[in-house]
């Protein structure tokens, strides 16, 4: 059912290693964002996108990076992971007038250790 | 002042009864208003668009004041599967960011 993907769903991995999460639409959506949220917390926005080639910080300062080479693609990397990016990651899009709300993909958990 | 707040709650309430949940939004000039659910370590899924009239979807009524800057949930006859936190959205327009709150919990019990 699911339009947008993430992955990986869970992922442990180490201090200091780069990691790229993932995250596709078959929707065509021009917008993509990346929220980062805490258990029990408020999402924050941490990058945007308005469609190709545009890519945006949000509100959490974030050692992230994003990019948008195609419309479906929305990638997110660390590069360089610490404890303190320990969360899950959400991906969302929405169409271009947003009149129609957001579709977020199922999130990866990560955990830095 | 948050540009969007939510009473957290919990909202603890039976199996059958009403509820209403309010979520108030600082930017007067504020366009499109949503609610989502987001269940345990799940992703938030849209519940209901939020128009200026109001409007309704089953058990579900959505209502807007733009006067008083807030919008409003009611759940009627709730089930144990209402459980979740319910999250308002609100899109400043011009900018597309929506701008979430933090979500109010509902418990239903039997």
């Known amino acids: 059912e699911a339009d947008i993907y993430q992955t990986p769903r869970y992922l442990v991995i180490g201090t200091g290693k780069k990691i790229t999460l993932e995250c596709s639409q078959t929707?065509?959506?021009?917008?993509m964002y990346w929220y980062q949220q805490d258990p029990g917390m408020e999402l924050h926005l941490i990058h945007y996108s308005y469609g190709v080639n545009s890519t945006e910080k949000g509100d959490l300062s974030s050692e992230s990076t994003v990019s948008r080479i195609r419309t479906e693609h929305f990638p997110l990397t660390l590069e360089s992971a610490r404890p303190s990016h320990t969360s899950q990651y959400l991906c969302?899009?929405?169409?271009?007038?947003?009149?129609?709300?957001?579709?977020f993909g199922s999130g990866t958990r990560l955990t830095v250790v | 002042r948050k540009e969007v707040e939510q009473d957290p709650g919990p909202f603890n309430v039976p199996e059958g009864a009403t509820v209403a949940f309010n979520c108030t939004y600082s930017?007067?000039?504020?366009?499109?208003f949503f609610w989502y659910r987001q269940d345990c370590r799940k992703e938030p899924k849209l519940l209901m668009s939020v128009y200026s009239s109001g409007n309704e979807d089953g058990r579900f009524t959505a209502q807007l004041n733009r006067a008083s800057q807030y919008i409003s949930l009611l759940i009627r006859d709730s089930k144990l599967s209402d459980s979740a936190t319910y999250l308002c959205?609100?899109?400043?327009?011009?900018?597309?960011?929506?701008?979430f709150g933090r979500g109010t919990s509902l418990i239903v019990h039997p």
């Open positions: 959205v609100v899109n400043n327009g011009g900018s597309y960011i929506p701008t």
């Open positions: 930017n007067s000039a504020s366009q499109s």
């Open positions: 929707m065509g959506h021009d917008k």
């Open positions: 969302a899009s929405s169409e271009s007038s947003t009149i129609y709300g957001y579709t």
